[in-house]
Nanobody, 123 residues
Framework: QVQLVESGGGLVQAGGSLRLSCAAS????????MGWFRQVPGKEREFVAA????????DFADSVKGRFTISRDNAKNTMYLQMNSLKPEDTAVYFC????????????????WGQGTQVTVSS
């Protein structure tokens, strides 16, 4: 089992930046891919970004490419999502996610979820 705890959400004006963090604990000795999803009320949870165990491979939703970056520090068991040029449509609850393995993440193969952190972008 891997436990995930997000932090760093909040309120920011459009065009601003936020950095989310996700701290992992538990069985973190095995390689696992980590990622971020987001959800707004009444809509399905959607993929935002993912990063491989080594950090050498990343994947982004088209809606955030060029604005968000993802990174991880395995020594600290922590993953980060740097969000720049934020837009009101980025407003959502952001969830940290993880699965064992090192390739591919989608909402159906996630094994572990964090509790979510609210990001609100005002216009």
């Amino acid at each position: 089992q891997v436990q995930l705890v997000e932090s760093g959400g909040g309120l920011v004006q459009a065009g601003g930046s936020l950095r989310l963090s996700c701290a992992a604990s538990g069985r973190t000795s095995s390689s696992y891919i980590m990622g971020w999803f987001r959800q707004v009320p009444g809509k399905e949870r959607e993929f935002v970004a993912a990063i491989s165990w080594s950090g050498g491979s990343t994947d982004f939703a088209d809606s955030v490419k060029g604005r968000f970056t993802i990174s991880r520090d395995n020594a600290k068991n922590t993953m980060y999502l740097q969000m720049n040029s934020l837009k009101p449509e980025d407003t959502a609850v952001y969830f940290c996610a993880a699965r064992y393995g090192d390739y591919g993440m989608n909402v159906y193969n996630v094994q572990f979820w964090g509790q979510g952190t609210q990001v609100t972008v005002s216009s």
